[in-house]
């Protein structure tokens, strides 16, 4: 089954994408212009983005000593995202945006991910453009949101330092008052920022006329310190060449240089850079430092870059899944054409017999199933997730809290489930294909590279776990946790009523219990190093749990529809992942509840 027929069914049938136009904000919209948008979108990423990313894998970019170098195939894929207005989908109309739901962009922009997911920066642009509509000044989005919008300029995320990663509060570069009348300048407070940053995605690159850094830095104390700790973090602004207000390049260049760029296993055709800020190889007007305008209050900097944190953390996780969702199609497509192997009878095997497809196989249609329950759950999810988004912008005031909350439990398994399933997935694909599958000559390879990251930038896997079992179960008293346990048991309850669901449903509340009574074993004790000594098995179970969930809720759509072999794979898919991968939730909680410090109490001098 093709892509486009499993969203149709997700945002029509099962979310019911339509019915967002009796909001008023989409309005103007119908299925009409929400299909003529994944038309377009379709089209782009088959021609412009699909027919090239093992180029854009093999042709790693380059640096000449002066300018970044990347495959034609490239510029020619982002301009065509950014001419077909992607880029400002959800912003309002009369900035030239289309108003339309987070639910259909994050829908259309599955298919660039499965064609080439390392060709464009597109996702960092929007986010960083995104962060600015909601932090900015007014001149602060015209000038670059709207540029970004427009496809003039890129963005990026500038948080990690080469000694800071997971721990952000770590971070040293700084920033100080530039000169007089720093504070009245109209683009915003301005600083001079000096430091490094380390794994700039599309930190440098010619695609566009300037590239937008949003920068966390430090400015010094009284005592003219970096004050430690998140509270000392601020963000900032730093063009790679500076603009007037209305955002014409001034033709001075930033100081801001390229380091060096780093060489990926995967992901290969976005550049990661090392960027030195500040240190003098470009000086401008009459010194060094980059020029920095700062970005809401000092001290703000962390929670103004959540903004944009949060939607990449759901927008990786869609990256991973359709990395899964490609490794699933190439591998099906594989095992339907290689003939190998003949079936076992009751007589053994014929060698008379021709050979079987290996799709054949009961073992080969596991590694299918798994695949297709993983991609295809992990798409659902991302998608709900989309549709939450849209409820807390445009839903009653009720609503809107509502999904606020559920998304601050959701966003960790919305990012890491399909970072790790789904390059299993991918494993899986390259198993299918044998021999084959450990070349380079099919693409099954690749994918498992490009997934591979997704385990790693955005907050690694075991921060997004701590950050599950100890800030987001947790906070306002356990109501986001309640919140989905609520809507897991109103989906029980409906499917307990249909015979052929009830036993899954039975088995998914016993899921749910199981979790929440992990969740209050681990912390019985209140101490912090035994509750989340255990964490990234926490999430596996959570996630699991919350997959089954999806599945369980997407059975009951499937299950009313007519016969059809799509509805058949769908209720095989949602029946294997109750079989096969549910069950596997006792192990993880097992440590999780007994606290279990096997781990964590074994001294370095013992490994
Ligand atoms: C290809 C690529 C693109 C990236 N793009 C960007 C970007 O555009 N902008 C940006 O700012 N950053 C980017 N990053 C950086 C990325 O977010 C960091 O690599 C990530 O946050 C981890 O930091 P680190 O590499 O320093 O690893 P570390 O923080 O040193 O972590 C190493 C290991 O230790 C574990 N660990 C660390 N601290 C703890 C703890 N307290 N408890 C338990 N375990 C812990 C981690 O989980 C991990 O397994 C990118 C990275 C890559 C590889």
């Known amino acids: 089954m093709s892509l486009r027929p499993t969203l149709d069914f997700l945002l029509y049938d099962w979310l019911g994408a339509e019915r967002l136009n009796q909001r008023e904000r ?64 959800a912003q309002d109309d009369d900035i030239g945006g289309m108003q339309l739901p987070f639910l259909v962009e994050s829908a259309a922009n599955t298919f660039f991910a499965k064609a080439s997911i390392s060709i464009g920066s597109n996702l960092l642009t929007t986010g960083n453009a995104n962060l600015l509509m909601a932090h900015g000044t007014e001149l602060q989005k015209q000038v670059f949101a709207l540029n970004e919008f427009n496809g003039r300029f890129t963005g990026t995320m500038c948080l990690s330092e080469p000694q800071a990663g997971s721990s952000l509060s770590d971070v040293v570069t700084r920033a100080v008052p530039d000169g007089d009348g720093h504070e009245t300048d109209p683009l915003g407070p301005r600083y001079r920022l000096t430091g490094n940053k380390m794994w700039i995605s599309s930190g440098d690159h010619e695609l566009a006329e300037n590239i937008v850094h949003l920068v966390l830095a430090k400015i010094p104390g009284a005592d003219g310190k970096p004050v430690p700790g998140v509270k000392g973090i601020s963000l900032f602004i730093v063009p790679k060449h500076l603009v007037d ?18 060489h990926k296993l995967g992901w290969r055709g976005t550049t990661n850079t090392l960027l030195n800020f500040g240190e003098g190889k470009y000086p401008v007007r009459g010194g060094a430092g ?50 190998q192997g003949r079936p076992m009878g009751a007589a053994g095997k014929d060698p008379a017999q021709p050979q079987v ?35 807390q912008h445009t839903g009653t005031t ?49 994918y498992w590279r490009d997934n591979r990251l997704n385990m790693i930038h955005e ?17 306002e008293n356990g109501r986001g946790l309640q919140l989905l346990a609520a809507r897991i048991n109103a989906t029980i309850e409906r499917a307990i009523q249909v015979p ?57 759509v499937a299950h009313a529809a007519v016969a059809s072999p799509a ?17 596997r939730i006792g192990a993880w909680l097992q440590v999780v509840r007994e606290r279990d410090l096997t781990c964590a109490e074994l001294p370095d001098d013992a490994f």
């Open 26 to 89: 989409f309005a103007d919209h119908n299925r009409e212009t929400f299909d003529a948008v994944l038309d377009t979108c379709e089209r782009i990423a088959r021609e412009k983005f699909a027919p090239f990313n093992r180029l854009v894998d093999t042709q790693e970019p380059q640096f000449d000593g002066e300018k970044v170098i990347l495959p034609q195939a490239t510029h020619d894929a982002r301009l065509a995202y950014a001419e077909s207005g992607m880029l400002s989908a």
């Open 245 to 262: 207000t209305d955002g014409r390049l001034t033709g001075e260049r930033n100081d801001v240089a390229l380091a060096g760029l780093n």
């Open 290 to 339: 980059a020029i920095g305008y700062l970005v809401g209050k000092p001290g703000e900097g962390l929670r103004c870059m959540f903004h944009m944190m949060n939607e990449a953390r759901i927008a990786i996780g869609m990256a991973a899944t359709m990395l899964g969702y490609a490794g699933y199609e190439a591998s099906l497509d594989y095992a339907r054409n290689r003939p």
């Open 357 to 391: 497809r290996i799709i054949e196989h009961a073992d080969v249609k596991r590694m299918l199933l798994a695949q297709k329950s993983y991609s295809e759950g992990a798409l659902a999810l991302a998608l709900y997730g989309a549709r939450l988004i849209d409820e």
């Open 398 to 446: 009720e609503a809107a809290d509502e999904a606020r909350l559920l998304l601050e439990v959701l966003t960790p398994i919305i990012k890491s489930w399909p970072s790790e399933f789904c390059l299993e997935a991918n494993s899986l694909a390259i198993q299918i294909h044998g021999g084959y599958g450990y070349t380079r000559d099919f693409a099954v390879e690749q």
């Open 459 to 475: 907050g690694t896997h075991g921060i997004q776990a701590m950050d599950l079992l100890g800030r987001k179960v947790l906070m």
């Open 500 to 556: 052929d669901l009830a036993a899954h449903a039975n088995a998914l509340g016993q899921a749910l219990q199981a979790v929440g009574a992990a969740t209050k074993a681990a912390w019985a004790t209140a101490n912090p190093t035994e509750a989340l000594a255990n964490a990234v098995p926490y999430m596996q179970a959570f996630g699991h749990t919350v997959l089954a969930w999806v599945w369980l809720d997407v059975a009951l």
């Open 567 to 583: 509805r058949q794979g769908r209720l095989a898919a949602a029946r294997y992942f109750f079989h096969y991968e549910l069950p």
